[in-house]
């Protein structure tokens, strides 16, 4: 019998029994090794704040809707930040073999079956370390907010919010040519984003955030703001930050009303644009190009090469029976984690 992590309620997260199958003959059996934990999208469906659960997305018509919801409770498998290693081929598998190691995205499940076209154009090298490869979907999401804020070589790009998303754009925009300023409350995150390249930090609390990286930059101000906090009066205070006629590309994931988003004050006197950085789509000048599959393998190339640090943004690594108190300390405790991992081998850091 297998297992996964189900929101059973609002802020209640159980490990429940999933019945496996048998495999067709094109398809792999992937056993789970890690799976990471999204503390912005799946913090919303644990806590009931994700629209999906109180309303319904029309896809054709691309809106929400009241009326109804498109999920409900149990939310199962949720997850999207997954590596294992393949234990069975179907009979006429012929490009995959027991032992590899596969990343992608199917949930805090212990084992995915997938058809072998898909697998085998997730196979991790041999030699990468394993975790590596739950940051693909993450990986990719931080590259489209690069690709979004059309960076170029010599500007200054401000970053608000250092969780793992933010962490992995601050060191995407240096990757990309920028002087990066990475703000955020929390001192640990600040140290961690020096330690990984930026070359400003900027301590939100203290207030007056606008006013010093204008100062830093002549009065200029930031030539791109990327915002990866969810917060509203962090995209107030990017919309502050940014030069005249510039842009901020908005990637956190913005739960209920915009209290304390002020858009007749620097939004509407400076002429900002506010870009939707969001990974159901590329910027479309790109799109002959891009797509999330290519942003992912990109993320992680850049991994196993050690271009950018991922495995530096694991802080806890709990075995998959404390999933419970994995996600409460995500919604209790932010301050306290960065990248929590779920071990499907029983073990935990």
């Not at 691309?62 to 294992?84: A, C, H, I, M, Q």
């Not at 991790?124 to 739950?134: F, M, S, T």
Request: proline content about 3%.
């Amino acid at each position: 019998m297998g297992s996964m992590v189900s929101f059973t309620a609002p802020r209640t997260a159980e490990v429940v029994d999933e019945a496996p199958r048998a495999l067709d003959d094109t398809e792999v059996r992937i056993r789970t090794l890690y799976s990471g934990i999204s503390a912005g999208t799946e913090l919303t469906a644990y806590r009931g704040s994700n629209p999906y659960l109180n309303k319904w997305w029309d896809e054709s018509e691309r809106l929400f809707k009241d009326g109804s919801t498109s999920f409900e409770y149990p939310v199962n498998g949720w997850g999207y930040e997954e590596v294992g290693e393949i234990v069975e081929v179907g009979a006429a598998v012929q490009s995959l073999h027991v032992g590899e190691r596969i990343w992608g995205t199917w949930g805090h499940r212990s084992e995915t079956i997938q058809q072998e076209a898909r697998a085998v154009a997730r196979i991790l090298p041999a030699e990468a370390d394993p975790r590596i490869g739950i940051f693909s979907q993450i990986g990719a999401i931080a590259l489209n907010v690069i690709l979004d804020a059309d960076i170029h070589v010599g500007e200054t790009v401000a970053v608000f919010g250092l969780g793992v998303p933010g962490q992995l754009v601050a060191q995407l925009a240096r990757l990309n040519g920028a002087t990066v300023i990475a703000v955020d409350g929390i001192a640990a995150r600040r140290e961690l984003a020096t330690k990984l390249g930026a070359h400003h930090v900027l301590d939100a609390s203290q207030g007056d955030v606008a006013e010093r990286i204008r100062h830093m930059t002549g009065g200029r101000g930031a030539d791109v703001c990327l915002e990866v906090t969810g917060n509203y009066r962090a995209l107030h205070e990017a919309i502050r930050s940014v030069a005249y006629s510039s842009r901020v590309c908005v990637a956190g994931f913005m739960q209920g009303e915009g209290a304390g988003l002020y858009l007749g004050e620097e939004f509407h006197h400076n002429r900002v644009a506010l870009i939707g950085a969001q990974i159901s789509g590329v910027q479309p000048a790109l799109q002959h190009r891009w797509n999330e599959h290519r942003l992912q393998t990109t993320a992680i190339r850049l991994a196993v090469e050690g271009r950018l640090d991922v495995t530096s943004l694991i802080s806890h690594t709990l075995p998959l029976s404390q999933a419970g108190e994995a996600f409460r300390m995500l919604d209790e405790r932010p301050q306290d984690a960065l990248q929590v991992v779920l071990s499907f081998d029983g073990s935990g850091s």
